[in-house]
Nanobody, 124 residues
Framework: QVQLVESGGGLVQAGGSLRLSCAAS????????MGWFRQAPGKEREFVAA????????DYADSVRGRFSISRDNVKKTVYLQMNSLKPEGTAVYYC?????????????????WGQGTRVTVSS
């Protein structure tokens, strides 16, 4: 099993940047595919980005492609989401998630482990 704790959220102006971190506990972090999802007020949770254990595969939602970057450090057991050129529609609670065995998982139902989320507010 793995436990996940997100950090790095906050208030930022449109056009600004934030880096979210997700720290994992457990000995087998380096075999999990990690994902980031977000849930805006009044909306369903949606996929943002994901990366396999070795970084060989990663993917982004079209809405963030070119502005967000996902990375991981298996020694530190941490996955990051660098968010640049933030837009007001990026205001949401951002969740980190982990999965094993799924192939290129983009759906939240494919992830077994979830953090509590970190709130990002982008002001216009």
């Amino acid at each position: 099993q793995v436990q996940l704790v997100e950090s790095g959220g906050g208030l930022v102006q449109a056009g600004g940047s934030l880096r979210l971190s997700c720290a994992a506990s457990g000995r087998t972090f380096n075999i999990y595919t990690m994902g980031w999802f977000r849930q805006a007020p009044g909306k369903e949770r949606e996929f943002v980005a994901a990366i396999t254990w070795n970084g060989a595969w990663f993917d982004y939602a079209d809405s963030v492609r070119g502005r967000f970057s996902i990375s991981r450090d298996n020694v530190k057991k941490t996955v990051y989401l660098q968010m640049n050129s933030l837009k007001p529609e990026g205001t949401a609670v951002y969740y980190c998630a982990a999965t094993r065995g799924a192939v290129q998982p983009l759906g939240q139902q494919e992830y077994a482990y979830w953090g509590q989320g970190t709130r990002v507010t982008v002001s216009s």
